[in-house]
């Protein structure tokens, strides 16, 4: 099931977007003003980004332009009730995907959204790095720094962060992780994802005891949060 975010502040809308976009089979998570769309959408992993340009507390356009900033390439399409050429070149320029200009029929939407996501990477958020409170991962180097202090981190720590950021706010068993950093099937019994976690915690947690970005979902797996 793919996971969208729609950043948007008229109820109308929302509540007929929630409807006809979960009937056809996504997974919609809302906002209704700008400032805590920016941060969910880039906290969490989302396969396309729907994001009003009239927005409270920050437009669209400030939106996206942070969200690229901050290396966040998740696809987004910009929503908008303006329709001057304007408007759509700016919204392009920042780096969104496509422009819908309301009103809008709910078809060319939907075929819009599908177009995005069959062009979308396979993994969200793909960028050459991420930060998190003092933590700053830089991706094409393999290196980790903490308050500006770099982190001894084994290839299979660093490669265990690096999937937990790319895949934020999402839950995440042990098998998917033995899986995909480990590339092999987990046995029920194995505490290697365990034993990682609790390394990795170690490092990047201001207080492992009470970890605040490497969550556990308790029966099920972990969640990263940063």
């Keep these: 099931m793919k996971r969208l975010l729609l950043i948007e502040d008229e109820p109308g809308l929302v509540l007929t977007l929630r409807d006809r976009l979960t009937r056809e089979g996504y997974a919609l998570e809302s906002c209704v003003d700008g400032e805590s769309g920016l941060e969910r959408a880039a906290r969490e992993s989302f396969d396309l980004v729907l994001l009003d340009v009239m927005l409270p507390r920050l437009n669209g356009f400030d939106v996206l332009r942070e969200l690229r900033k901050r290396g966040v390439d998740t696809p987004v399409i910009m929503l908008t009730a303006k329709g001057q050429v304007v408007?759509?070149?700016?919204?392009?320029?920042?780096g969104a995907d496509d422009y819908?200009?309301?009103?809008?029929e709910m078809v060319e939407l939907l075929a819009r959204i599908e177009a995005k996501l069959?062009?979308?990477p396979a993994v969200a958020h793909r960028s050459e790095g991420y930060q998190f409170d003092e933590v700053?991962?830089?991706?094409?180097?393999a290196e980790v720094m903490k308050s500006g202090e770099p982190l001894e981190l084994s290839a299979r720590e660093f490669q265990l962060l690096k999937y937990f950021i790319e895949h934020r706010g999402a839950t995440l068993t042990r098998e998917e992780l033995l899986n995909e950093v480990w590339g092999y099937n987990a046995m029920p019994s194995t505490r290697t994802v365990d034993v990682h976690v609790a390394w990795l915690r170690q490092k990047i947690e201001p207080n492992p005891r009470h970890p605040q970005y490497i969550l556990t979902v308790h029966g099920m797996g972990y969640k990263f949060a940063g």
């Design 118 to 120: 069959r062009r979308a």
């Design 100 to 104: 819908v200009t309301k009103p809008f």
């Design 87 to 94: 408007d759509k070149v700016v919204g392009l320029k920042l």
């Design 136 to 141: 700053r991962v830089d991706f094409r180097r």
